[in-house]
């Protein structure tokens, strides 16, 4: 089975960086597609980014796009998610998962999850 643990979350002022790490160990990282999904309390779960095998292609929802940035180094089994520009409609608990195919943007396409890191963006 594989585990993913996310890192790096936390409580930022408006217009902070963060960046967020997603250790995966017990399988291949490179044979699975990345994502990153956000959710506040009371809202439906969103997606954020999705990242390619080998991190050649990307995508990004709407509300993040040119904002913040994903990306993967094999070698390390590591996925993150680089969020510049932050605003307070960006506060939720972030989510890595991983998928056997690539470019997926709902959650119950993702095979495995990480428990999650808090953001928190003040104004």
Known sequence: QVQLVESGGGSVQAGDSLRLSCAAS?????TYAMGWFRQ??????????????????????????????????NVKNTAYLQMNSLKPEDTARYYCAAALSWNKRK?????YWGQGTQVTVSS
């Open 40 to 73: 506040a309390p009371g809202k439906d779960r969103e997606f954020v980014a999705a990242i390619s095998w080998g991190g050649v292609s990307t995508s990004y929802g709407d509300s993040v796009k040119g904002r913040f940035t994903i990306s993967r180094v």
């Open 26 to 30: 017990g399988g291949t990282f490179s």
């Open 107 to 111: 959650w119950e396409e993702y095979r």
